[in-house]
T-cell receptor, first 111, second 113 residues
């Protein structure tokens, strides 16, 4: 499975957009990019996933570069409740589905 | 919407005892995954089941076993418990092992004294 690299921590002002980068330069053609977050000791929460096109849902937007070697998760209007560890995970399509969690980015949203 | 249900939420055991954790997936989800998260660590995959058959196995100790039943719920059985087994145990479910996202339960916090 492709390895991902994320910043260890980031700060964001409440109400502003939070842009969380992820590098996955070894991603292969059949691997999806998934984003999850974990609010202190709660179960990881699914946010969004994509293959090569940009995706948007009620929680966030996912921007994947054309070469698919990196992506950015965008929380358009961060709130204090968005403070969490955000995990970027690449996973092969249709191959069992286990998630391999890396270090993640600890996002702190500040008033 | 219905979520993944795990029980118990908290469990305290002593060394060398056994423990059973239960997971009830989201209705119509036939795939279950188990993860272990030690203190200050990221979740680590243990084992998964698809249609009641083991589909993948991670770094699960031989002292642990799991199964998925006909109603798709799953149980993680842990024997000869050690201090190092103290962790959060999460179950996740998905509608099949493809690219559909997994949804996690709130976990069971296991403490070994």
């Amino acid at each position: 499975d492709a390895k991902t690299t994320q910043p260890t921590s980031m700060d964001c002002a409440e109400g502003r957009a939070a842009n969380l980068p992820c590098n996955h330069s070894t991603i292969s053609g059949n691997e999806y990019v998934y984003w999850y977050r974990q609010i202190h000791s709660q179960g990881p929460q699914y946010i969004i996933h994509g293959l090569k096109n940009n995706e948007t849902n009620e929680m966030a937007s996912l921007i994947i570069t054309e070469d698919r070697k990196s992506s950015t998760l965008i929380l358009p209007h961060a709130t204090l409740r968005d403070t969490a560890v955000y995990y970027c995970i690449v996973r092969p399509y249709n191959q069992g589905g286990k998630l391999i969690f890396g270090q993640g980015t600890e996002l702190s949203v500040k008033p | 919407a219905a979520g993944v249900i795990q029980s118990p939420r908290h469990l305290i055991k002593e060394k060398r005892e056994t423990a059973t954790l239960k997971c009830y997936p989201i209705p119509r989800h036939d795939t279950v995954y188990w993860y272990q998260q030690g203190p200050g660590q990221d979740p680590q995959f243990l084992i998964s089941f698809y249609e009641k058959m083991q589909s993948d196995k991670g770094s699960i100790p031989d002292r642990f076993s799991a199964q998925q039943f006909s109603d798709y719920h799953s149980e993680l059985n842990m024997s000869s418990l050690e201090l190092g087994d103290s962790a959060l145990y999460f179950c996740a479910s998905s509608p099949g092992p493809g690219n559909q996202p997994q949804h996690f339960g709130d976990g069971t916090r296991l403490s070994i004294l």
